[in-house]
């Protein structure tokens, strides 16, 4: 599997896809059929017969190889097949489902085959790949984006998708601060670490502002009930057509954003090898794989640590601790006061695992 990815975007606007992610399909494309189907999703989800219904779609199947050409339709396939594939599994106000029709399922694992991920909708395609800007030549920040698909009718989850579309567009300057020391030999020169340490702690503030806002324009009620049930994980479910044997995915999770990876990569912020670890490795599969080699190139540089002033140092990890905390109180305020089930739309008990990771991201100032 090889896409073909310009790595320099990465310094322009973090781990979010340039050019801007494709919000239809050409006029003449064969897949253009699948625009109409993500518009109305919202409605058919509110249906009963909804299942019934999806069962009988014929779903084109993406047949070209992967070229930087057509990588944003690709992506855009994926978004509204995933999509549809969370709506029909995790239908609100009916019993999950455990088979996934074939005309879903062989097209799904296709594409997915092709983006080197797993076959369901993961932050990539709720997120990275599912925002347009209003003004083309503004910013990618809330008030000039908006949402190219979604599960329901509800502002609410526009605003929940977007507050994190801006955060993951407010990376890009701490990736560039990063990828900027990775030119220097040995961090040789420690004003330069400073200026790149500083730089990132002032980008998380940002980020932490941001995410802030997620009570402006969410409602607990809304997020718990209306939409978050779609983005849960698939347990024991047979995909029709490739997999008769019950199987499992990781649900849609901020814990499959690179934002924090990069950041642990950097700062090397040590954490106990534990099933959170574990877990968070298992992340990986689930980003897409051009992120995953940058953080890998992000971990293989030499530590800031022995080089940086040590009050920077420490006030970029206590700027990442706390993001984290506020990540641990909307996790609270909207899951974990409403639900017996500890575990998140990851499958993971987040409540526990969060706190740990503030914890030891403190631990680690010098």
Same mark, same amino acid.
């Given at each position: 599997m090889n896409i073909p990815v310009e790595t320099e975007y990465f310094t322009?606007?973090?781990?979010?896809?340039?050019?801007?992610?494709?919000?239809?399909?050409p006029r003449d494309s064969p897949?253009?059929?699948?625009d109409?189907?993500?518009?109305?999703?919202?409605?058919?989800? !509110?249906?009963?017969?909804?299942?019934?219904? #999806?069962?009988?779609?014929?779903?084109? /199947?993406?047949?070209?190889?992967?070229?930087?050409?057509?990588?944003?339709?690709?992506?855009l396939y994926y978004v509204r097949l995933g999509f549809l594939a969370s709506g029909y599994?995790?239908?609100?106000?009916?019993?999950?489902?455990?088979?996934?029709?074939?005309?879903?399922?062989?097209?799904l694992c296709r594409a997915c085959g092709l983006l080197g991920r797993p076959p369901i909708l993961s932050y990539d395609g709720y997120a990275l790949y599912n925002w347009r800007r209003l003004d083309p030549t503004g910013p990618v920040a809330l008030g000039n984006i908006d949402t190219i698909q979604d599960f329901v009718h509800l502002y609410d989850e526009h605003w929940f998708i977007l507050v994190h579309v801006e955060i993951e567009a407010l990376a890009g300057r701490s990736l560039a601060a990063m990828l900027g020391l !990775?030119?220097?030999?040995?961090?040789?020169? #420690?004003?330069?670490?400073?200026?790149? /340490?500083?730089?990132?702690t002032e980008t998380v503030d940002k980020q932490t502002r941001a995410l802030q806002r997620i009570p402006e324009k969410m409602s607990l009620d809304l997020y718990f009930k209306r939409f978050r049930p779609y983005i849960r994980f698939f347990e024991n479910v047979v995909y029709e057509g490739i997999e008769q044997s019950p199987i499992n995915f990781r649900g849609e999770?901020?814990?499959q954003s690179s934002v924090m990876a990069s950041l642990v990569a950097f700062f090397?912020?040590?954490?106990?090898?534990?099933?959170?670890?574990?877990?968070?490795?298992?992340?990986?599969?689930?980003?897409?794989?051009?992120?995953?080699?940058?953080?890998?190139?992000?971990?293989?540089?030499?530590?800031?640590?022995?080089?940086?002033?040590?009050?920077?140092?420490?006030?970029?990890?206590?700027?990442?601790?706390?993001?984290r905390e506020v990540h641990y109180e909307w996790a609270r305020r909207y899951i974990d006061d409403k639900v017996d089930d500890p575990r998140g739309t990851g499958g993971t008990p987040y409540i526990q695992w969060l706190a740990q990771l503030i914890r030891e991201t403190r631990e680690f100032c010098r």
């Open positions: 322009q606007r973090g781990f979010l896809p340039v050019p801007d992610p494709l919000p239809a399909f897949y253009q059929i699948m109409e189907w993500g518009q109305e999703l919202p409605t058919w989800l !509110a249906a009963r017969e909804f299942r019934g219904n #999806a069962r009988e779609l014929q779903v084109p /199947v993406w047949r070209e190889a992967v070229t930087s050409g057509n990588l944003p339709q690709l992506r599994i995790n239908q609100v106000g009916e019993a999950t489902a455990h088979i996934l029709p074939r005309k879903i399922a062989q097209p !990775a030119k220097q030999d040995g961090f040789a020169d #420690a004003d330069k670490v400073d200026q790149a /340490v500083l730089l990132i999770t901020g814990a090397k912020i040590p954490h106990q090898a534990t099933a959170l670890t574990d877990h968070l490795a298992d992340m990986r599969r689930y980003m897409p794989v051009e992120h995953c080699a940058l953080i890998d190139r992000i971990a293989a540089m030499s530590s800031v640590r022995p080089v940086a002033n040590r009050d920077l140092f420490n006030a970029a990890l206590e700027a990442v601790a706390r993001f």
